[in-house]
């Protein structure tokens, strides 16, 4: 039992020291603005970002992505969902921003996740940490170092792999939803407009018909009296 927790606490400080940059937001941009965020970056490596717009009007947002220097590397006009990596060659600042403008009344919510691939400095500490750790792994189970890393690296990509796929499954379950109220409230407030109409045109019609033999009760009595 001692020599499972100890193999399991060095798992878990190994697994610290893999796991890649990567940052998920749920957000609200209101209508007429635009939200922008931001990614340093140190030297050139890969991103990856993926949004999805869960909520609010026809469900889309205009997207782009500025590099430090001003140039525009992506831009989405009006999309519900998309995903796009990019090569980031210049240390700097990246903007990302989703543009809500064109909307006057319907605020957005939008889930973006963005994955960097920068692991240089995380894979010189994991060396040495598993050059620390070696002999003490050898002792524990009947493995090789290099075997166990494996092993330990497989886990983890598809750990990574179903947190994606959970992240996406709820996404698009707030998304349906979201669309699936929308609707609701949108069909009781037409039937309700639908009922007040055919309520009024009722009265007016019982109405009508009233006063035509109103009319009439009163020329038979102006002619009674007369005679």
């Known amino acids: 039992m001692a020599k499972f927790i100890s193999v399991l606490c060095l798992f878990y400080t190994i697994v610290a020291f893999v796991v890649s940059f990567e940052t998920d937001l749920t957000v609200e941009i209101n209508a007429g603005t635009q939200d922008c965020f931001y990614q340093h970056v140190k030297k050139p490596v890969g991103i990856e970002i993926e949004y999805q717009v869960i909520d609010g009007g026809d469900l889309d947002i205009s997207f782009y992505i500025q590099a430090p220097s001003g140039q525009v590397l992506i831009s989405d006009v009006q999309k519900s969902d998309a995903v796009h990596k990019v090569d980031a060659a210049a240390a700097g600042d ?7 403008t064109f909307s006057h009344f319907n605020a957005k919510v939008v889930y973006f996740e963005i994955v960097s691939d920068d692991e240089d400095d995380e894979d010189d500490d994991d060396d ?21 890393k494996t092993k ?6 598809n750990l990574d792999k179903s947190a994606q796929i959970q992240h996406v499954l709820k996404n698009y379950e707030a998304r349906d939803r979201n669309t699936a109220e929308a609707n609701f409230q949108r069909v009781n407030w037409f039937s309700g407009i639908q009922v007040f109409i055919m309520v009024s045109v009722g009265l007016t019609q019982v109405l009508l018909i009233r006063g035509l033999f109103d009319d009439k009760s009163r020329v038979h009595g102006i002619m009674k009296a007369r005679t």
């Open 94 to 100: 990246y903007k990302f921003c989703f543009d809500n």
């Open 128 to 148: 040495k940490d598993w050059n620390f750790a070696k002999e003490e792994l050898s002792g524990l189970i009947d493995m090789t170092i290099q075997d166990f």
């Open 152 to 157: 330990i690296e497989t886990m983890k990509d």
